[in-house]
């Protein structure tokens, strides 16, 4: 016998077909050569009935013989090749059009296929949990060595197990294409697994699904339109619940309406300590006749397109507000002018000329001895490596590119600046470092008002205080949105309609808007605030669905994503 041949009269033959072959009680075992890194087991089939697959009549006579070499599971890290010996019979039943025929080996390999059921099984799963690429990898690690595309059409040709009807339902949109296509996902909140992906987020296919599977009691929303209609008309009896969280959500929102409206108002908090600090003033080179006397012809191709851009957006808002004097209404202004209702609202409800706020710095490594750096400039030294050793020795562990950009940048915006070198070095950089005033915007100041006070800082809590005594539609505003925040967290559903009251008598347009809204969806809000189901499992799972969508670089069709969102890993 061959030294790479497995002789296997010493081990029980029922013990080792079990370890080796696939669970058929027809396979008989012949041999175990191991070539190299390869494994070929030689099986012959042992089928007493063998029944014609077109007609179902029992053959008898035998035709010839031949061997199949399908693909296995592999055997402590080697390739595994079956050597499977199959007969090929006559059909004798002369209805039939079938001369010949192999016979079959359910359970063990499929017609014309190349690999065995349980390594297709195996191969599958490999696609549908890592997809194409990453799981042909990990399959040739394994020794299953498979292309990209077959996994995926391994995977996309899975079927899967039709989900029971949940009781919770949790339903969310999630972007296929944002801003353009959209998709519904429904997750089952008792469960915490996905029920099901939908191609687009209308409510006639939510409703539609809703109609094939009923038994939903309850259902987890968002306040779109769209679920709630769908909701209602699929499932009439369940009990619809707005998420806590979208409710905070679209209470900052209109909070950030009412202080883009204030903006003028907006207050300034100093830096973090560890972001430090700019010095009190920057270096003036040019006085300010200077600087008014400049022309058109000096200022930079930025500047100059910059104001062109504002002309044209003042002239807009000019015709915009005359228009409104005449009693325009908002749908003709826009479509007169080309415009979004929504930024003609936003030009009437500000009462002055929307300037576009300017992009703020952001923190730098430098920003620490930015005070040191601006003081040496001013005495005369412009060496840019003279600057880094000294700030390097002082502790600075940035790059020295980063200096270098700095120092370009200070002699465009200073060109006249005198170019001596001084050896003068400043006075300490904590004498001198006083902390720099940024502005918040809007969106920051909304996240203020609705952040419990004890998360707040001193630098925070003075910011809102300023407001509040500067306007009193923001002091009005948080308090009511404190009180808001309170009942989502407290759950006191009892206090719901106190607050709407009163938010609408506050005369704040953009909090009457949001009680109004709650208003109509009262039902839906009410059990949000008195029912534990919300829709944090759902935004999950759309974590995971965006995560699969993406390492499929784009390739995969919505069927082929949802059976891998579907798939349990």
Not at 217 to 243: F, H, L, M, N
Request: aromatic share 6%; proline share 5%.
């Amino acid at each position: 016998m061959p030294a790479n041949t497995i002789d296997h009269a010493s081990i029980p033959a029922s013990r080792l077909a079990k370890l080796i072959l696939p669970e058929a009680d027809y396979l008989r075992l012949d041999e175990i050569a191991v070539n190299g890194q390869d494994v070929t087991v030689t099986i012959t089939s042992c089928q007493t009935t063998v029944c014609c697959p077109s007609c179902g009549e029992t053959a008898t006579r035998e035709h010839s013989r031949y061997i199949r070499r399908p693909g296995d599971l592999p055997c402590v890290g080697r390739q595994v090749c079956l050597h499977l010996n199959v007969r090929r019979f006559f059909c004798d039943n002369p209805a039939c059009q079938q001369r010949t025929f192999v016979e079959r080996l359910p359970g063990v390999v499929r017609s014309f296929a190349r690999r065995t059921t349980r390594l297709a099984d195996t191969q599958r799963q490999i696609g549908l949990a890592l997809g194409g690429e990453a799981g042909a990898r990990s399959a040739t690690r394994q020794a299953m060595p498979v292309s990209a595309d077959t996994l995926l059409r391994l995977a996309s040709h899975s079927a899967l197990a039709p989900a029971a009807t949940p009781r919770v339902l949790g339903v969310d949109d999630w972007a296929w294409k944002k801003g353009q296509t959209y998709g519904t996902i429904l997750v089952d909140l008792e469960q915490r697994c996905v029920v099901d992906l939908l191609t687009d987020r209308t409510a006639d296919t939510l409703a539609t699904w809703l109609q094939a599977h009923p038994g939903v009691e309850i259902i987890s929303r968002d306040r779109g339109g769209s679920y709630a209609e769908g909701a209602r008309r699929g499932a009439p009896d369940a009990v619809q619940v707005v998420d806590r969280w979208h409710l905070l959500a679209n209470l900052r929102e209109a909070l950030e309406r009412l202080l883009t409206r204030k903006h003028t108002a907006m207050p300034s908090v100093p830096h973090a300590d560890d972001k430090v600090p700019k010095p009190a003033a920057a270096p003036t080179v040019l006085d300010t006749a200077a600087v008014e006397e400049l022309s058109i012809v000096e200022a930079t191709k930025d500047q100059l397109l910059r104001q062109q851009r504002r002309v044209r957006r003042l002239s807009r808002y000019d015709d915009v507000m005359r228009l409104h004097a005449q009693g325009v209404s908002v749908r003709q202004i826009a479509q007169q002018m080309g415009m979004g209702r929504q930024t003609v609202r936003r030009y009437l409800n500000r009462g002055a000329f929307p300037e576009i706020v300017q992009r703020r710095k952001m923190p730098s490594i430098l920003d620490r001895w930015e005070p040191y750096l601006l003081a040496r400039w001013q005495a005369g030294c412009h060496n840019a490596l003279r600057l880094y050793r000294e700030i390097h020795e002082q502790g600075y562990a940035g790059s020295r590119s980063l200096l270098s950009r700095w120092a370009a940048q200070h002699r465009k915006e200073y060109p006249d600046t005198p170019l001596g070198v001084s050896d003068t070095a400043p006075e300490p950089l904590s004498t001198q470092s006083q902390p720099v005033m940024r502005r918040l915007s809007p969106s920051q100041v909304a996240w203020l008002l609705v952040q419990q006070p004890a998360d707040l800082n001193e630098d925070e809590h003075a910011a809102l205080d300023k407001m509040q005594k500067a306007i009193v539609e923001v002091s009005t505003a948080y308090t009511l949105a404190q009180d808001f925040v309170s009942m989502v967290r407290e759950r006191t559903s009892e206090a719901l309609a106190g607050w709407i009251a009163r938010a609408a008598a506050s005369c704040i347009a953009e909090l009457g808007s949001f009680a109004n809204g709650l208003q109509r969806d009262l039902a839906a809000v009410t059990a949000g605030l008195s029912l534990p189901w919300s829709n944090g499992q759902v935004e999950g799972q759309i974590n995971r669905l965006k995560l699969i969508k993406r390492t499929m670089y784009g390739r995969a069709s919505f069927d082929l994503l949802r059976k891998r969102v579907l798939t349990p890993t």
